[in-house]
């Protein structure tokens, strides 16, 4: 895995006790703060070195290497506790990054899948194969409507659809004369 370091809760939190959140980053952490504390992330794509030769980790790869939709693995693997990596969700800015990181994490994830299906469909002694040869002609990985529950926004476009759909009905009963 590529991140190795090992840090105890206690650094995680500041001297009063609270966790870090904005002060964990380079690009977030004040000046000030840093004088007292080096923060060990980055929010960029890759590793940053800054002018004092300073390496800063980035936590987007980390992220994405853990393969860990679920988020505790490497919330437990980074910071040592679940309750940090919840402190640093709850940061409107940091959290901004972190949606588009959960998006690329699962486009990764669902490219190996489909990835290992090919493989499944073009093997000859897999039992599944024809199950996975029909996912990936009906393109099953592109159709995200299938899965759950429809979001609020979802429910509220179907509505306005059928509200639409309604007034311009009731329009043309009324133009017709048929009331």
Not at 7 to 32: A, C, H, M, Q
Not at 72 to 84: E, H, I, P, Q, T
């Amino acid at each position: 895995m590529y991140y190795d370091r090992d840090y105890s809760k206690e650094v995680f939190k500041d001297p009063i006790g609270n966790w870090r959140t904005l002060t964990l980053f380079f690009e977030t952490s004040r000046p000030s703060t840093k004088a007292n504390f080096t923060p060990p992330f980055t929010l960029k794509d890759a590793d940053h070195t800054d002018k004092d030769g300073i390496v800063y980790k980035s936590l987007r790869k980390i992220y994405i290497e853990s393969e860990d939709p679920t988020e505790y693995s490497f919330a437990m693997k980074v910071f040592n506790s679940w309750d940090c990596w919840v402190a640093i969700k709850k940061n409107a800015l940091i959290m901004q990054t972190i949606n588009k990181w959960r998006d690329e994490l699962e486009v990764r994830l669902r490219s190996k899948g489909v990835t290992t299906l090919i493989e499944d469909a073009a093997s000859d002694k897999s039992r599944s194969k024809i199950s996975s040869s029909k996912y990936l002609s009906e393109k099953g990985w592109m159709d995200e409507d299938k899965r759950g529950r429809p979001s609020k926004k979802k429910i509220q476009e179907e509505a306005l659809k059928i509200s639409r759909v309604k007034e311009e009905v009731d329009a043309d009963i009324i133009r017709m004369g048929i009331v």
